[in-house]
């Protein structure tokens, strides 16, 4: 979370009765004393007590966490330096400022330098921490056999990312109780702000920007409705899926923050290879070892399909080698119908032979037509 400029305005030390070098034990030791005593349960109907919780709370979330009181510091240091002074004050940082503290410097310059980040667009960081938020989409690869790629099939896949949390399903309330709606915000999680010519929307203090108070968080989750935990994730996979495909799985992916939509979950799928089976796009391809007899005399082959039957090709006299016969659709099933089986016949020679087998090769070669070489015209 990026510096926000309340921080210009509050001593979080002094609203946790600390020094600005109490360590780390004894801000947090400070903030639970005083967070029992003016805990809303511990005084009903007490605004008075109800809106110093949220002031100690605000300050624990700021001074109780070691980067953001870092940076905190780092505000109240720069603020003590002068620059700043006036920042927030009724009138003090509005057009008719010309003549004022800020003289001579460029505006977007200074805030930015002030917040850090900005870089001439101030508040840019403090919007964005505000509200609902979605969260991230998550990848993962999953893994198939041939033919259940091509039959499609439900399977699941094993995650382990932030889910919502078990225990209280996500409220970050725990067992038995529920978030209420901040009444600072009406539940939005912002609260507009003018200044001058500016208008900000700037997170909730109260709530931090969830539009909601949990007063008794959740044992499992500590509040934030979300925890990391392996995950089985359901995924139905359509028939004809193909390697490298990406399936959206919506709502699958991480929690998001302040009532934000879940974020999305992308499986790869990724096809094993086949012994038999190639593929192209939606047909199917096989190779057929034939016979020098088969391509020269014709031959009726059976050739197996993925249905698990066989279809039968007829290979007409003097077919040459590599020649492809396409069997309609017996390919790829898919939304748009289904491919073809495409069958290469190739010629296999054999490495050894019978006697016979021999003989017959050696009464072939030896006929009037037994070479195809005619080099005569060159
Ligand atoms: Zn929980
Ligand atoms: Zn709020």
């Known amino acids: 979370m990026a510096a926000q400029r309340e921080w210009f305005e509050k001593d979080y030390y002094a609203d946790l009765g600390v020094s600005s070098t109490a360590t ?11 967070a029992r005593k003016f805990h809303p349960d511990a005084n009903p109907n007490d605004s008075v007590a109800e809106e110093k919780f949220k002031t100690i ?25 002068g620059g700043a002074r006036g920042f927030g004050a009724p009138g003090g940082f509005g057009a008719n400022q010309s003549g ?72 970050g309330a725990s067992l038995g109780t529920h978030p209420r709606q901040c009444g600072e915000c009406s539940g939005r999680g912002v609260l507009d702000d003018n200044q001058g010519f500016f208008s900000f929307s700037r997170p909730c203090n109260s709530c931090q920007g969830r539009g909601v ?4 968080p959740c044992l499992t989750c500590h509040g934030s409705g979300i925890t990391t935990r392996p995950r089985v994730v359901k ?60 391509l020269a005399l014709g031959a009726d082959i059976k050739v197996p399909t993925v249905d698990g039957d066989s279809v039968t090709i007829r290979i007409p006299p003097g077919t040459p080698n590599g ?7 017996r390919g790829v099933s898919s939304a748009s119908g289904r491919g073809d ?7 296999v020679v054999p490495t050894s032979l019978t006697e016979p087998e021999r003989q017959a090769l050696v009464a072939l070669r030896d006929s009037a037509s037994g070479s195809p070489r005619n080099f005569q015209s060159v």
């Open 100 to 171: 004022g503290d800020f003289a001579g410097a460029d505006l977007g310059e200074m805030l930015g330098n002030l917040f850090g980040k900005g870089g001439g667009r101030p508040f840019q960081d403090v919007g964005a921490s505000g509200g609902p938020k979605r969260g991230g989409d998550l990848e993962t690869d999953l893994h198939l056999s041939f033919l259940d790629a091509l039959k499609g099939v439900t399977t699941s896949v094993n995650l382990i990312s932030d889910a919502s949390c078990p225990t209280c399903s996500g409220s």
């Open 57 to 81: 709370s605000a300050a624990y979330d700021v001074v109780g966490d070691a980067g953001r009181r870092k940076e905190y510091d780092g505000v109240r240091a720069m603020s003590a330096g």
């Open 341 to 347: 089986l495409l069958i290469s016949a190739e010629l």
């Open 24 to 34: 780390p034990k004894e801000i947090t030791t400070a903030y639970r004393r005083l």
């Open 213 to 216: 108070i949990i007063d008794n």
């Open 235 to 294: 995924v139905r996979l359509p028939e004809g899926v193909k390697e490298g495909q990406q399936i959206r799985l919506k709502g699958k992916g991480t929690p998001g923050k302040n009532g934000g939509p879940t974020g999305d979950l992308y499986v790869r799928v990724h096809v094993e290879p086949h012994a038999l089976f190639g593929r192209d796009g939606d047909n199917l391809t096989i190779t057929v070892p034939v016979t020098f007899p088969e």
């Open 323 to 329: 020649r492809v016969f396409r069997v309609k659709a």
